[in-house]
């Protein structure tokens, strides 16, 4: 491909800078075709929910408290990025559910839950066959607002690898 030019993709034209330096412009274009980024997916991880289905089915729950939830997961290579480690998607959608189940243990059945914000902070890699457990708590629970902390621990050594934070609305269902 020449420098300045453009190529068609998927969502429009594609633009390469003439100031990259050729053999950058290689190994970039290499990396994403290396990792499959031009690749369709399968059918079948096109379905609704798919991803949900996946990490529902690698999590194992350890304990159940009023505020306080424990899962256990094993980096399995369905959940791993390009490097063999957790993927960093992988880690938000757990915060996302964890937080879910354990806001569910304080806020009532005829409140729905909406999401306000979500962070994560990537502090270390679990690497693949890993065994990870994930501890979530109630930093605050009010009427209208919950607040969910999440920490990310190696089993075997108890070292923080990533943490999450999710605030949710809580909002009562309305009747019609």
């Known amino acids: 491909m020449e420098k300045g030019s453009g190529r068609r993709g998927a969502d429009g034209e594609v633009t ?49 408290e009023r505020g306080h939830l424990t899962c256990l997961f094993c980096v399995v290579p369905a959940v791993a990025n390009y490097y063999g480690g957790l993927h960093g998607g992988a880690v938000a959608i757990i915060v996302e559910l964890v937080s879910i189940a354990c806001a569910r243990t304080v806020v009532a059945e005829d409140k729905e839950l909406f999401l306000g914000e979500l962070s994560m902070s990537y502090l270390s890699a679990a690497p693949a066959k890993a065994e990870v457990v994930v501890d979530a ?40």
């Open 16 to 64: 390469i800078s003439g100031q990259i330096p050729e053999a950058h412009l290689s190994r970039t274009l290499g990396f994403f075709q290396n990792i499959g980024v031009t690749a369709d997916l399968p059918p079948n991880c096109q379905e609704k929910d798919f991803y949900s289905h996946l990490i529902r089915g690698i999590l194992q729950v350890q304990r159940v």
């Open 137 to 176: 708590s109630v930093v605050r629970s009010g009427r209208n607002v919950t607040v969910i902390a999440v920490e990310f621990k190696m089993k075997k050594t108890s070292k923080l690898i990533y943490t999450g934070r999710a605030t949710f609305y809580n909002m009562p269902i309305a009747k019609l």
